[in-house]
């Protein structure tokens, strides 16, 4: 099943008739191979080709043409309310119901009883005890009724809303179709599901059909639970039960074909294996996407993870995979991802009743999540990209790799926005690059420097490209990491990305 036979075949075959069942082609083509075998290995095919597929009867699949997205362009109005409401950090009064009435059911009791609510923590304390355990001895699992419920209390509520954020940022990016086929792999008790039904509640126009992968059982049932209720009554969704598999063998397993969208939100860093397995199971997933499809890879802001993400996705890339955000590489070299400590923040989320319960009066550090920090990459099979800026060749800025013959000096420089602002009340730090260097490097603007000519630096959006002019070198010798001094002298300007030249 390698080479172009497959390719051909399905090609020819696909072209004369709208739908076919799977059998028809395998006696022409594929003699004497088991159906349930052949599928799997037919979806990369399909995916290119835009061709569904459905189970029909108890042996056969109805494979079938999907129609061409039209990409979804939300005004700019609707897009606003949506911030709006996400940064009000008021988690969904709904959804919050309904994870209280889950606790309830698993356990029998009220979701506030006090012995529900000490099994909780010590499952929550269980839990982050292991999260930050290294090497062989990190083993996270949910494979207990209260791991789960600790999930759902303390996890669950920061990563839907982290979820809706990214979906919005999809739109935003004309990534995102109106009517999307959407894959979330390692879906837990249903995190990108939950926060879809999220994005269609807010915004009209909006329909999906979502699948998901799951191994784990008591996710699965809390799925079934959450998902279907949360979505009830909402026609512009169709929701498919969650699949049972390992995210490892997803070449194997009998996945959808022709996705718009694959998702795998803070799963890979819970995955054992090195990183060329980790990467493979990426390139792997991104087969399964219809052309202009996107894959969307989250994971948690501390340094581990987020290099983790960036090292991660760059042994993934190739020809038939690239980054579309929030890297650029305006310089067409590959960065160093070791050093890519690059995460967004956004406004904090309110504490849930559940959580609100779970700490008392005295322990919120214990048992409140509130903070929505993470890192991501938009990975894409085609040439897209958030930002297509290239430095021209003769451009009068310094590349940050021979920031060290130049320490001391005032320099003109240009690279992406990699942060918020990491610094104190009285200076803002953001961290800056251009894909080419070695060491750390930060954009400084203390406050007594502002003026109206640098102080576009404060508003530049995650990500964005910027010019640095007559900014001082430094080099922090604690910190290995170089400092762009803004001061007064300097000027930061936005670099248009449809631009060919440098900002004059």
Not at 163 to 179: A, E
Not at 367 to 381: E, G, M, P
Not at 394 to 401: E, V
Request: proline content about 8%; aromatic content about 10%.
């Amino acid at each position: 099943m390698t080479g172009t036979g497959p390719l051909q075949a399905l090609e020819h075959y696909s072209s004369t008739r709208k739908e076919f069942l799977l059998s028809e082609f395998a006696a022409r083509f594929h003699p004497g191979i088991e159906l349930p075998a052949l599928l799997p290995t037919l979806l990369p095919v399909l995916s290119r080709f835009r061709l569904g597929w459905e189970k029909e009867g108890t042996r056969d699949f109805r494979i079938f043409t999907i129609p061409e997205p039209v990409l979804l362009s939300p005004a700019e109005e609707p897009t606003r309310r949506i911030e709006a409401r996400l940064m009000s950090g008021i988690f969904d009064e709904d959804l919050q119901r309904l994870i209280e009435q889950y606790v309830g059911q698993v356990t029998g009791k009220d979701w506030d009883d006090p012995v529900v609510l000490q099994r909780i923590r010590e499952a929550i304390m269980q839990q982050k005890g292991q999260y930050w355990k290294e090497g062989k001895a990190r083993k996270i699992g949910y494979r207990k009724g209260y791991a789960v419920l600790a999930y759902l209390a303390y996890h669950t509520p920061v990563y839907v809303t982290q979820s809706s954020y990214l979906l919005l940022m999809l739109s935003r990016d004309r990534l995102l179709p109106s009517r999307a086929r959407i894959l979330d792999a390692g879906t837990g008790p249903g995190v990108v599901p939950l926060a879809a039904t999220m994005f269609a509640r807010m915004l009209p126009g909006f329909s999906a059909e979502i699948f998901s992968l799951e191994r784990s059982d008591p996710f699965i049932e809390a799925y079934r639970f959450l998902v279907p209720r949360y979505a009830a009554g909402m026609d512009s969704l169709t929701i498919h039960p969650p699949l049972q598999g390992d995210l490892r063998a997803a070449d194997s397993l009998p996945l959808p074909s022709s996705l718009d969208l694959i998702v795998l939100q803070n799963v890979l860093n819970e995955l054992p294996g090195s990183t060329g397995e980790k990467a493979a199971i990426v390139t792997s997933l991104s087969r399964l996407l219809a052309p202009g499809g996107s894959l969307l890879i989250t994971e948690p802001a501390d340094r581990e993870n987020s290099t983790g993400l960036r090292i991660t996705v760059a042994a993934a890339l190739g020809a038939d995979l690239r980054i579309h955000s929030p890297c650029s590489f305006i310089r067409g070299r590959r960065c160093h991802p070791d050093i890519c400590w690059s995460f967004v923040t956004q406004p904090t989320l309110r504490p849930t009743r559940l959580m609100q319960r779970l700490s008392g009066e005295h322990e919120a550090y214990r048992f409140q999540n509130t903070d929505i920090k993470y890192s991501y990459a938009v990975l894409v099979r085609d040439s897209r990209k958030r930002y297509p800026y290239t430095v021209p060749k003769h451009a009068p800025f310094l590349p940050l790799s021979s920031l060290s013959k130049h320490t001391g000096k005032r320099v003109n420089v240009i690279g992406a926005v990699m942060s918020g602002d990491i610094g104190s009340a009285g200076t803002h730090v953001f961290l800056f690059c251009d894909g080419t260097q070695t060491r750390p490097v930060y954009a400084i603007l203390p406050r007594y420097h502002r003026t109206p000519g640098n102080q576009y630096l404060l508003a530049a959006p995650y990500s964005s490209i910027v010019e640095l002019r007559q900014v001082l070198v430094r080099y922090n010798q604690k910190y290995q990491a170089f400092n762009l001094l803004v001061s007064r002298a300097s000027q930061v300007w936005p670099v248009e990305p449809d631009r060919s030249n440098p900002i004059q």
